[in-house]
Protein backbone atom coordinates (compact mmCIF):
# COMPACT_ATOMS: atom_id res chain seq x y z
CA UNK A 1 0.00 0.00 0.00
CA UNK A 2 0.90 3.24 -1.02
CA UNK A 3 -0.22 6.67 0.84
CA UNK A 4 0.44 10.01 -0.29
CA UNK A 5 -0.18 12.50 2.24
CA UNK A 6 -0.31 15.95 1.16
CA UNK A 7 -1.36 19.25 2.82
CA UNK A 8 -3.56 21.84 1.49
CA UNK A 9 -2.47 24.76 -0.58
CA UNK A 10 -2.13 28.02 0.78
CA UNK A 11 -5.14 29.49 2.51
CA UNK A 12 -6.78 33.66 3.39
CA UNK A 13 -5.38 32.69 7.40
CA UNK A 14 -1.81 32.58 5.95
CA UNK A 15 -2.40 36.22 4.18
CA UNK A 16 -4.08 37.09 7.78
CA UNK A 17 -1.62 35.81 9.85
CA UNK A 18 -3.92 34.16 12.32
CA UNK A 19 -4.21 31.01 14.01
CA UNK A 20 -5.97 28.76 11.63
CA UNK A 21 -6.69 25.03 13.30
CA UNK A 22 -10.65 24.89 12.84
CA UNK A 23 -11.28 28.29 11.71
CA UNK A 24 -12.33 27.56 8.14
CA UNK A 25 -10.65 29.64 5.56
CA UNK A 26 -10.51 28.64 2.04
CA UNK A 27 -7.58 28.76 -0.37
CA UNK A 28 -6.61 31.88 -2.05
CA UNK A 29 -5.89 32.27 -5.30
CA UNK A 30 -1.91 31.11 -5.18
CA UNK A 31 -3.55 28.38 -2.74
CA UNK A 32 -5.67 27.16 -5.61
CA UNK A 33 -2.86 27.46 -8.11
CA UNK A 34 -0.86 25.41 -5.93
CA UNK A 35 -3.19 22.07 -6.15
CA UNK A 36 -4.38 22.41 -9.68
CA UNK A 37 -0.21 22.10 -9.87
CA UNK A 38 -0.29 19.04 -7.00
CA UNK A 39 -3.38 17.59 -8.25
CA UNK A 40 -2.01 17.25 -12.30
CA UNK A 41 1.78 16.57 -11.05
CA UNK A 42 0.19 13.32 -8.76
CA UNK A 43 -2.31 12.80 -11.63
CA UNK A 44 0.07 12.12 -14.13
CA UNK A 45 3.38 10.50 -11.85
CA UNK A 46 0.94 8.40 -9.34
CA UNK A 47 -1.69 6.13 -9.52
CA UNK A 48 -4.32 7.09 -7.44
CA UNK A 49 -6.80 4.64 -6.22
CA UNK A 50 -8.54 6.32 -3.18
CA UNK A 51 -8.75 9.95 -2.37
CA UNK A 52 -9.62 10.78 1.61
CA UNK A 53 -9.34 14.61 2.95
CA UNK A 54 -10.52 16.70 5.80
CA UNK A 55 -13.91 18.36 5.10
CA UNK A 56 -12.61 21.70 6.31
CA UNK A 57 -12.66 24.11 3.22
CA UNK A 58 -8.76 24.45 1.92
CA UNK A 59 -8.54 21.08 2.25
CA UNK A 60 -11.49 20.17 0.69
CA UNK A 61 -10.52 22.28 -1.89
CA UNK A 62 -7.62 21.05 -2.60
CA UNK A 63 -9.04 17.53 -2.69
CA UNK A 64 -11.19 18.35 -4.94
CA UNK A 65 -8.64 19.82 -7.73
CA UNK A 66 -6.96 15.95 -7.41
CA UNK A 67 -10.35 14.67 -8.29
CA UNK A 68 -11.12 16.06 -10.97
CA UNK A 69 -7.49 15.37 -12.10
CA UNK A 70 -7.65 11.42 -11.19
CA UNK A 71 -11.31 11.31 -12.02
CA UNK A 72 -11.60 9.56 -8.12
CA UNK A 73 -14.28 10.77 -6.12
CA UNK A 74 -13.33 12.62 -2.06
CA UNK A 75 -14.32 10.50 0.30
CA UNK A 76 -14.30 12.93 3.67
CA UNK A 77 -13.17 12.18 6.97
CA UNK A 78 -13.46 14.41 10.50
CA UNK A 79 -11.12 12.52 11.52
CA UNK A 80 -8.65 14.08 9.00
CA UNK A 81 -9.35 17.90 10.70
CA UNK A 82 -6.48 19.95 12.37
CA UNK A 83 -6.00 20.19 15.53
CA UNK A 84 -9.02 21.81 17.68
CA UNK A 85 -7.76 24.94 18.57
CA UNK A 86 -10.86 25.93 20.50
CA UNK A 87 -11.30 29.72 21.04
CA UNK A 88 -7.93 30.10 19.48
CA UNK A 89 -9.62 29.72 16.11
CA UNK A 90 -9.08 32.67 13.87
CA UNK A 91 -7.10 34.87 16.49
CA UNK A 92 -4.43 36.76 15.73
CA UNK A 93 -0.93 34.98 17.73
CA UNK A 94 -0.79 38.43 19.42
CA UNK A 95 -4.32 38.28 20.75
CA UNK A 96 -4.43 34.85 21.38
CA UNK A 97 -1.43 35.19 23.83
CA UNK A 98 -3.15 38.30 25.59
CA UNK A 99 -6.85 36.77 25.71
CA UNK A 100 -5.59 32.96 26.13
CA UNK A 101 -1.74 32.58 27.57
CA UNK A 102 -0.45 29.46 27.80
CA UNK A 103 0.17 27.54 31.13
CA UNK A 104 3.48 27.45 32.86
CA UNK A 105 3.55 23.59 32.37
CA UNK A 106 1.08 22.01 29.76
CA UNK A 107 1.23 18.20 29.96
CA UNK A 108 -0.22 15.43 27.25
CA UNK A 109 -3.64 15.49 28.26
CA UNK A 110 -4.21 19.14 29.28
CA UNK A 111 -7.49 21.16 27.21
CA UNK A 112 -7.57 24.48 27.82
CA UNK A 113 -9.93 27.46 25.98
CA UNK A 114 -12.26 24.27 24.04
CA UNK A 115 -8.94 22.89 22.50
CA UNK A 116 -8.11 19.59 21.87
CA UNK A 117 -5.62 17.77 24.15
CA UNK A 118 -2.14 16.22 22.79
CA UNK A 119 -3.48 12.97 23.65
CA UNK A 120 -6.52 12.91 21.80
CA UNK A 121 -5.11 14.75 18.83
CA UNK A 122 -2.95 11.75 18.34
CA UNK A 123 -5.68 9.18 19.07
CA UNK A 124 -8.24 10.61 16.22
CA UNK A 125 -4.61 10.30 14.12
CA UNK A 126 -4.32 6.61 14.96
CA UNK A 127 -7.94 5.57 14.72
CA UNK A 128 -8.22 7.25 10.96
CA UNK A 129 -4.57 5.95 10.09
CA UNK A 130 -5.67 2.53 11.43
CA UNK A 131 -9.32 2.72 9.43
CA UNK A 132 -7.43 3.71 5.84
CA UNK A 133 -4.67 0.87 6.13
CA UNK A 134 -6.99 -1.79 7.41
CA UNK A 135 -10.58 -0.82 5.56
CA UNK A 136 -9.02 -1.23 2.09
CA UNK A 137 -6.44 -3.24 -0.03
CA UNK A 138 -2.48 -3.87 -0.34
CA UNK A 139 -2.20 -2.76 -3.26
CA UNK A 140 -4.28 0.53 -2.90
CA UNK A 141 -2.69 3.95 -3.87
CA UNK A 142 -4.45 6.17 -1.50
CA UNK A 143 -4.15 9.65 -0.99
CA UNK A 144 -5.06 11.44 2.17
CA UNK A 145 -5.41 15.59 2.06
CA UNK A 146 -5.45 17.14 5.15
CA UNK A 147 -3.32 19.93 7.40
CA UNK A 148 0.15 20.07 8.56
CA UNK A 149 -0.47 19.38 12.34
CA UNK A 150 -2.43 16.52 11.73
CA UNK A 151 0.66 15.40 8.84
CA UNK A 152 2.52 15.14 11.94
CA UNK A 153 0.67 13.50 13.87
CA UNK A 154 0.12 10.59 11.21
CA UNK A 155 3.74 10.36 10.55
CA UNK A 156 4.42 9.46 14.32
CA UNK A 157 1.18 7.20 14.15
CA UNK A 158 2.70 5.43 11.12
CA UNK A 159 6.27 5.28 12.64
CA UNK A 160 4.46 3.87 15.61
CA UNK A 161 6.49 6.70 17.95
CA UNK A 162 5.42 7.00 21.56
CA UNK A 163 2.62 9.67 21.95
CA UNK A 164 4.56 12.20 23.73
CA UNK A 165 7.47 11.99 20.94
CA UNK A 166 8.38 15.65 19.89
CA UNK A 167 9.37 14.60 16.04
CA UNK A 168 8.10 17.20 13.82
CA UNK A 169 7.58 17.06 9.88
CA UNK A 170 8.15 20.05 7.79
CA UNK A 171 5.08 20.17 5.21
CA UNK A 172 4.83 23.47 2.41
CA UNK A 173 1.74 24.19 1.18
CA UNK A 174 0.67 21.53 -1.46
CA UNK A 175 3.72 19.28 0.51
CA UNK A 176 3.48 15.93 -0.22
CA UNK A 177 5.03 12.53 1.51
CA UNK A 178 5.29 8.99 -0.02
CA UNK A 179 4.43 6.38 2.39
CA UNK A 180 4.62 2.40 1.74
CA UNK A 181 3.50 -0.66 3.54
CA UNK A 182 5.17 -3.93 2.46
CA UNK A 183 4.58 -7.24 4.10
CA UNK A 184 3.86 -5.33 7.78
CA UNK A 185 7.26 -3.26 6.98
CA UNK A 186 6.62 0.41 6.74
CA UNK A 187 9.07 2.66 4.75
CA UNK A 188 9.32 6.76 3.96
CA UNK A 189 9.79 6.84 0.61
CA UNK A 190 10.17 10.72 0.43
CA UNK A 191 8.92 13.87 2.63
CA UNK A 192 7.56 17.66 1.64
CA UNK A 193 8.15 17.15 -2.08
CA UNK A 194 7.41 20.48 -3.85
CA UNK A 195 8.66 19.42 -6.52
CA UNK A 196 5.21 20.44 -8.90
CA UNK A 197 5.29 23.68 -7.98
CA UNK A 198 8.30 24.72 -10.21
CA UNK A 199 5.92 23.37 -13.32
CA UNK A 200 4.53 26.26 -15.55
CA UNK A 201 1.51 27.53 -14.35
Given at each position: ??????????????????????????????????????????????????????????????????????????????????????????????????????????????????????????????????????????????????????????????????SNDTVFLSTGDTGIHKWNIENNNRRIVFANSLVHLNCIR
Amino acid sequence: MNLYVIRHGQSEADLLNVLEGRADYELTEEGKNQAQLMAAWVAENFYITKVFASPLKRTAQTAQYLSQQTGISVQFEDDLMEWQNGLLAGLSREEAKIKYPAPPVKYPHTAMYGCESMINFRARAENILSKIINENQSEDSIAIVTHGGMINMLFRSFLQLPSNDTVFLSTGDTGIHKWNIENNNRRIVFANSLVHLNCIR
